[in-house]
């Protein structure tokens, strides 16, 4: 099983940018967690960051025909994202939606997500782990799914 991770604009800087909202945890260690969980899984995983929308969307049409299911953190594209959205709704495989902090409970403009309608769910507010929840609950509804054809 192949499973497409990835991260939007500024979360390279994990670990840097508001250690009071995001943690300490770095965008490379959140990765290490991310592939060992998906080692004990048996499950293979690209993983991409990227600032540019396009890159990102990029990467979901290069992975059409070979990816499973994806975990996708879009950041600041959540709010305004459109082409990511449509990207997102073209994929024959589940996304999730993954945030770090819940973004409900930050500044108003945050509570909207224009991603979450393209989205199978949404997992926020668990920090670092908000990711390997993502990766758990991705795993299990693709291997309980009835095969396809």
């Known amino acids: 099983m192949k499973i497409l991770v990835l991260h939007g604009p500024n979360l390279n800087l994990f670990g840097r940018r508001e250690p009071h909202i995001y943690g300490t945890t770095t965008l490379a260690q959140i990765n290490g967690h ?3 969980l998906a080692k004990s899984l048996a499950v293979e995983l690209t993983i ?3 600032n540019h929308e396009g890159a990102l969307i ?3 049409h290069a992975h059409i025909d070979t990816a499973q299911g994806a975990l996708l953190n879009p950041a600041g594209l959540t709010q305004h994202g459109v082409p990511l959205h449509d ?3 073209a994929m024959p ?3 999730l939606e993954i945030h770090m902090s819940n ?3 930050r500044e108003a403009w945050r509570a909207h997500s224009i991603i979450s309608p393209a989205v199978k769910a949404t997992i926020q507010g668990l920090g670092w782990r908000s990711y390997t929840a993502g990766l758990r609950a991705l795993v ?3 291997r309980d799914a009835p095969p396809v054809g």
């Open 34 to 36: 991310l592939e060992a």
């Open 48 to 50: 991409f960051q990227s």
């Open 58 to 60: 990029d990467q979901l």
């Open 140 to 142: 299990e509804t693709l």
């Open 103 to 105: 973004i409900a409970a």
């Open 93 to 95: 495989f589940p996304v």
């Open 87 to 89: 990207a997102i709704k």
